[in-house]
């Protein structure tokens, strides 16, 4: 396997790759040929009670106004942007995928990003530096989008770092893997942990301080309810610690998130991704009664702190390492069983001594995954405010299912809702079985259900699904 390593190594010397970023792989390496699955068992840890996490709920009055707008004055944004949306078909900056209109103009992710940003500057009259963790896919066209937004003004401050990239590795030799076809496919990022080592190689941080910023605050740019906070940033800037994380209270559709956990030995927070839970601890990970919160991959850190960890472990922090089993090609499932070693950011909660978390409500937590995801953002449920913020009654959503075989793509998704999604105002559930396009002003209601009838069918114009399909309109006899 030494042999394999130095055959990545050279070609990421050949590639051009930073010293860090060749670091980094090496230890993700070395720890994925140790051939330890990376379990964490129940037992080694306890859970986060419903006592241990204080809710944003609780403190938004008590907050002194002089406090939060003082605490946001100090922060910068941090957006990690180095996704394609492959699971949807998408070979561009998932970013720059339309969500829905406001005031008829089509706004993206990366648009609705940039408003909630501006428009906290101006509401709250503070800096808020804004800053795109890109990777070597998306810089282009995210940053062509964010130069040519007028009222968006960053100079002192780049408004881009760029994520390392490193070999995608055969998974039964451990050799960088080879397609000809298309040779940008035999790289991948090294998962959103990646943060750390290139904010640390950037001189970023740096930067930041000498503009009178202390705090980051760091969330995904599919998340589209992590927007600015002064009253967290307040309550983060009061708590003292140094490492703190929003987490939301668990419902049956985030059994697939990470949660915390508290290590017994070292008696820090750790984070546990479902992919780290032993088999026979996974009724116990799932059971919302034990393991209350979800990770929402919303992080707030102390730059100062950040600074000192990165520098004891030279730029390379020892986070637990992902194997993440895919195809070279991600679209074409007969291409090459290939691995990419990930991290995740938020474990580098447990390197922090002075470490907390956050509970918010479910409009922090708006991520868009799948077609299905999207399918909700772009309906009725929603409502774009002109501070860009997506708001609806109680983000308790419908169960959405949609058939892979013709909505999965969102190309061939778009296609089936021409006239943008139904209503889904009275929904409890949708289920879509087949291929179904939709007509104008349709609307879904209780347990809405669409049979497959074997051939393309049509919703139209006006019409109601509820749990038999689509209803006959009893008032016209």
Not at 27 to 40: C, S
Not at 149 to 173: A, C, G
Not at 460 to 474: D, K, L, R, S, T
Request: proline share 5%.
């Amino acid at each position: 396997m030494q042999d394999n390593l130095n055959t990545c190594i050279n070609k990421m010397h050949e590639n051009n790759c930073s010293d860090t970023a060749i670091m980094q792989f090496e230890r993700m390496y070395k720890v994925w040929q140790e051939d330890d699955a990376g379990w964490m068992r129940e037992e080694d840890f306890l859970p986060l009670s419903l006592t241990d996490v204080p809710a944003v709920s609780d403190i938004y009055d008590s907050m002194p106004s002089h406090v939060a707008h003082s605490a946001l004055a100090k922060t910068a944004i941090i957006k990690l942007n180095g996704g394609l949306g492959t699971s949807m078909g998408l070979d561009g900056p998932k970013s720059l995928l339309p969500v829905r209109r406001h005031k008829a103009r089509r706004m993206r992710f990366i648009d609705i990003i940039l408003g909630q940003v501006i428009s906290k500057r101006e509401q709250d009259k503070v800096q808020l530096p804004l800053l795109f963790m890109n990777s070597f896919r998306t810089s282009k066209e995210s940053l062509n989008v964010v130069n040519h937004n007028r009222r968006f003004h960053q100079s002192d401050i780049p408004i881009e770092i760029i994520q390392h990239q490193q070999p995608k590795i055969i998974s039964h030799n451990g050799k960088p893997v080879t397609f000809d076809s298309q040779p940008d496919l035999e790289w991948c990022p090294p998962g959103h942990g990646d943060v750390y080592s290139t904010l640390w190689e950037s001189g970023i941080l740096d930067v930041l301080q000498s503009h009178g910023i202390e705090y980051i605050f760091i969330s995904n740019s599919d998340n589209l309810g992590a927007r600015p906070s002064s009253i967290i940033a307040g309550h983060f800037a009061q708590s003292k610690t140094d490492f703190m994380v929003e987490v939301s209270k668990k419902t049956p559709a985030d059994r697939k998130g990470g949660h915390f956990v508290i290590n017994k030995q070292s008696n820090r927070l750790n984070l546990r991704e479902m992919s780290q839970v032993h088999p026979d601890d996974k009724i116990q990970a799932l059971d919302e009664n034990i393991h209350p919160y979800f990770n929402t991959n919303n992080i707030w850190i102390r730059i100062s702190a950040l600074k000192k960890i990165l520098k004891k472990y030279k730029g390379v922090l020892p986070l637990p390492v992902i194997r993440n089993n895919k195809n070279v090609d991600p679209t074409n499932p007969s291409s090459a069983h290939i691995v990419q070693l990930e991290t995740a950011m938020g474990a580098a909660i447990s390197l922090f001594e002075n470490s907390t978390c956050i509970e918010v409500d479910r409009s922090r937590f708006l991520p868009v995954k799948t077609t299905e995801d999207l399918f909700i953002l772009r309906s009725d449920r929603f409502h774009l405010t002109d501070s860009y913020e997506l708001e609806d009654g109680n983000y308790i959503f419908p169960n959405i299912s949609l058939d892979q075989r013709y909505y999965k793509n969102i190309q061939d998704f778009n296609e089936r809702f021409p006239y943008g999604v139904p209503s889904l105002a009275a929904a409890a559930s949708v289920t879509i079985e087949g291929d179904w396009t939709f007509g104008q002003d349709t609307h879904c209601f209780g347990r809405a259900h669409l049979q497959d009838l074997g051939q393309a069918s049509y919703v139209p114009n006006g019409e109601y699904i509820g749990q038999h399909g689509i209803e006959p309109n009893e008032w016209l006899h």
